[in-house]
């Protein structure tokens, strides 16, 4: 691999391997095959990364399971990647050779969109996102867009355990925004990997949080206490008290009412994910007396480096289960299942 003026390399002194691994979706409903593909090179204003970990998100899930529309396959899922920057595409400015960064869901932005201009890059028209529009972290090594990743300069050393900040993380705290800040107390419905990071934000931001799991999920919900829920307890059941907010994880639409069922005048819930089961009709006098229902679309890079800057003073504990990545077919079938306590990562 020689320097060019296009693309600066790192080499170590053994020979570089030319081919790079990838989990690779052809299509919807299928399982992700391994290959071998040649290692390749970024662009003008392109990383290539060296992935040292990537998590698995319900959103990978979905794609995987054809639940969203898919406009490019074959795809290398994941988008929430911590890697090392091995190469860099001419015009790179603000990254080196050997840094640490992530990539998330939100990978590239037109910059010139109305909502582009209104700070509003998460609804950008034309997007591109992450293991979706373009290959993602299931694999050895990753292009992404230099202005797109993030720096990770923080006390964690451990990738595994950071690379779920780049979307439950995110997505959690983007939610969190929208429950409000005078939603002091807060209930969470689908106690998974935003979940169980989202409950530590809002306890340490001095919030009451109220966990809801599966009906007779005692385990989950003993999990939800253990990261400072004040209560935990089946979706079908009522907290001690009325919510000023609540936030859905889970994509099942029956939970919309209800959350609705369980927050006073002028609450709000949020739905934060991207996917969703059709939510089923239910009587106004649930939403009324200026109820809200409102959702989270994607990110931006504000959000992140916000978010960011919160983890470095308020740690969250990360739990997860690590998988090689040739065994990302079992780490999704865990997620499906729910079977995974926080979250699930692919290390290559």
């Not at 060296?50 to 490019?72: F, S």
């Not at 091995?86 to 969109?113: F, K, N, T, Y």
Request: proline share 7%.
């Amino acid at each position: 691999m020689r320097n060019t003026s296009e693309t600066r390399d790192i080499e170590p002194a053994c020979a570089v391997a030319r081919t790079m691994r990838a989990m690779v979706l052809n299509a919807a409903l299928l399982p992700l095959q391994l290959q071998r593909r040649n290692i390749p090179q970024p662009g003008p204003g392109e990383l290539r990364l060296r992935v040292l970990a990537c998590a698995v998100c319900r959103t990978d899930l979905h794609v995987v399971d054809g639940e969203l529309p898919l406009p490019v396959l074959p795809i290398v899922p994941g988008h929430e990647i911590v890697g090392i920057v091995e190469a860099m595409g001419a015009g790179v400015q603000g990254h080196r050779i050997g840094d640490r960064v992530g990539v998330p869901w939100l990978g590239h932005s037109c910059g010139c969109c109305a909502f582009c201009a209104d700070g509003r890059e998460n609804l950008c028209d034309t997007p591109r996102f992450t293991g979706y529009h373009r290959d993602g972290g299931f694999a050895s090594h990753v292009i992404a867009e230099a202005a797109f990743c993030l720096p990770l300069a923080m006390p964690e050393t451990d990738a595994a355990r950071i690379a779920p900040l780049l979307c439950a993380g995110l997505i959690g705290w983007r939610s969190l925004k929208a429950a409000g800040d005078g939603a002091q107390r807060l209930g969470i419905f689908g106690f998974g990997a935003a979940a169980h990071l989202v409950t530590q934000a809002a306890v340490a931001q001095g919030r009451e949080v109220c966990a809801f799991t599966r009906a007779g999920d005692t385990a989950t919900q003993a999990f939800a206490r253990s990261l400072g829920a004040a209560w935990a307890g089946g979706s079908n059941e009522r907290p001690p008290e009325l919510l000023d907010a609540a936030i859905i994880f889970a994509p099942a639409g029956e939970l919309v009412p209800a959350a609705l069922r369980v927050v006073h005048k002028g609450g709000r819930v949020v739905c934060g994910g991207i996917h969703m089961s059709d939510i089923p009709a239910f009587p106004y006098r649930l939403l009324w007396e200026e109820r809200s229902v409102v959702s989270v679309a994607n990110l931006t890079r504000a959000d992140a480096r916000e978010f960011l800057d919160f983890v470095q003073t308020h740690p969250l504990q990360v739990h997860l289960r690590t998988y090689p990545l040739a065994q990302a077919n079992e780490a999704l079938a865990d997620l499906r299942a729910g079977r995974i306590e926080g979250a699930a990562v692919l290390v290559p």
